[in-house]
């Protein structure tokens, strides 16, 4: 099997599901067209974690948007990090802040926006939203006037 970069784990191999929050799973790739700017999209419909209070499953739509840098976040580790989630406890913001930081500390992109669609729990939907936009650019200024402008759902 050749691959371009054997530098990635997950790709092509058999799947070991963590059973814990597992940043360490994430893997990148080298953007082909760093001087590009140009939107990625990842959607997580069957997203869970845990309440930390009361231990029941929380239930989201997870859905990823970001402008990528030189590196670019490899999908299945995407997922095998996603699912890593699914007995831990935390509250639905933290999720969503949680995974928009480890991904901007894993693949440093120019912009990033991570969107939570929380079920109802209680008769109430939580639909969290964290944005990230380089320091000192263009994507600074565009983290800000999305989240400004935020048309939430």
Known sequence: ????NDSLKSLGRQTD??????PEVLETF???HPENDYWVQFNC???TSLCPITGQPDFAEIKIYYIPGQRMV?????KLYLFSFRNHGDFHEDCVNIIMKDLVKL??????E??????????????PYANYGMPGT?????????LLNRQMV
């Open 1 to 4: 099997m050749s691959r371009e």
């Open 17 to 22: 599901y963590k059973m814990t929050y597992a």
């Open 30 to 32: 080298e953007n082909k």
């Open 45 to 47: 419909p069957e997203f």
């Open 74 to 78: 490899e999908s299945k580790s995407l």
């Open 107 to 112: 693949m440093q992109p120019k912009y990033i």
């Open 114 to 127: 991570v969107v939570g669609l929380f079920t109802p729990r209680g008769g109430i939907s939580i639909y």
């Open 138 to 146: 263009k994507y600074e200024a565009l983290a800000e006037q999305r």
